[in-house]
């Protein structure tokens, strides 16, 4: 597909889960489900690149250690989380404190601390940015999933102290505004901090 983009992420998200659900993606196949699940992400990012042309995707290993793949419309840079997803699993990481920092103050490296007073001395009115998920089911017809995170159903997202956002299989979206969406993501962040905290308050006699 060789054409100019002038559609909005989320619309060409959509044609990217078309495109992935209509080709055989040849994995990268290891007897580790994690390591196959990490090897064959560029597999779909290849497929991307070569199937839309017109689309400004940011050089591979840009921006690896937070997104997969990076698309870039009018200026504005957006990361791309591919979730490679056995039919087998529960739920898979979606990522910890700087897709927080990311979501709510548009940067990246931080650490709880320093999340929770940015948090408290400047709580966002609006999210500053979106953070989107490619989600592939390895092995199955079932159809990719392209989603933003604070569009995420609440049902569809376990928190974990270690792995904070954990994303269920076949996630369900709703409509949020600016606020409800900012509520949201401050919602999660308090259930990660409150399983991190509970061993500390039980030893403690806190709970």
């Excluded at 040849?26 to 070569?50: H, I, Y």
Aim: glycine share 6%.
């Amino acid at each position: 597909m060789n054409y100019e983009v002038t559609m909005n992420i989320k619309e060409l998200g959509e044609k990217f889960v078309t495109h992935l659900h209509n080709t055989e993606i040849s994995l990268t196949e290891n007897g580790d489900g994690r390591l196959e699940s990490l090897n064959s992400e560029d597999d779909v990012t290849d497929s991307l690149r070569e199937n839309f042309k017109g689309v400004n995707f940011l050089e591979k290993g840009h921006n690896r250690s937070f997104g997969d793949i990076d698309v870039e419309i009018d200026g504005v840079v957006y990361p791309i989380n591919i979730k490679m997803v056995d039919e087998k699993t529960g739920t898979y990481n979606g990522g910890g404190p700087k897709v927080f920092n990311y979501v709510l103050f548009g940067k990246k490296d931080t650490n709880w601390k320093r999340l929770v007073k940015s948090i408290k001395e400047n709580r966002p009115t609006k999210v500053h940015s979106e953070y989107f998920y490619l989600v592939y089911y390895k092995r199955s017809n079932k159809k990719p999933q392209f989603v933003s995170l604070t569009d995420i159903d609440r049902n569809s997202i376990v928190t974990n102290p270690s792995n904070p956002i954990q994303l269920k299989q076949n996630l369900n979206s709703v409509d949020r505004t600016e606020s409800e969406k900012v509520g949201f993501m401050i919602e999660l962040f308090k259930e990660v901090l409150y399983k991190r905290a509970e061993p500390y308050m039980l030893l403690q006699d806190m709970i």
